[in-house]
């Protein structure tokens, strides 16, 4: 039987699109937010009710991807296009300081991280019941979900 996240990537191609603009108001770059989405698996919250199901974000795993995440930023700071993804948030050249030295550093980006991917599974999730597709989605995660 197919799982139900096969059943939604079209939307989440959609979503992906769309979503560029919060990535770029965010700190981090589209290659690390691709390492972020790498890490994250989704999971839908009681299914078996689908007016009261919520669709979660897992970011178990991106503790795992945080260094790899750092060291995309310092890649691209070396290339010289330290701007892209960093500045777009505010941050810019002083945020990586901070950094450097210990403030404002990882934790937060792991926040700010987390942040943003429930916010890409909220957003997906209205997605979804617009185009009346939810209810079908948690039938078949209930279906398939130990």
């Known amino acids: 039987m197919a799982d139900w996240k096969d059943r939604v990537v079209g939307e989440r191609m959609s ?8 990535v770029e108001a965010s700190s981090f770059s589209r290659q ?4 972020i989405m790498t890490a994250t698996e989704f999971h839908i919250e009681q299914p078996e009710d689908a007016e009261s199901a919520r669709l979660v974000a897992d970011t178990g795993k991106l503790p795992q991807v945080m260094s790899e995440i750092d ?16 500045t777009s948030s505010g941050e810019g050249f002083l945020g990586g300081i901070k950094r450097a030295l210990g403030f404002g550093g990882r934790d937060e980006r792991y926040e700010e991280a987390e942040e ?14 617009e185009n009346e597709r939810w209810q079908e989605v948690c039938r078949v995660a209930a279906n398939t979900e130990e």
């Open 32 to 35: 690390q937010w691709g390492l």
């Open 71 to 86: 060291n995309v930023e310092k890649q691209m700071a070396s290339m010289g296009a330290g701007g892209a993804g960093s």
């Open 15 to 22: 979503i992906d699109d769309e979503f560029g603009e919060q």
């Open 116 to 129: 943003l991917v429930q916010e890409y599974a909220d957003q997906l999730q209205e997605r979804l019941k």
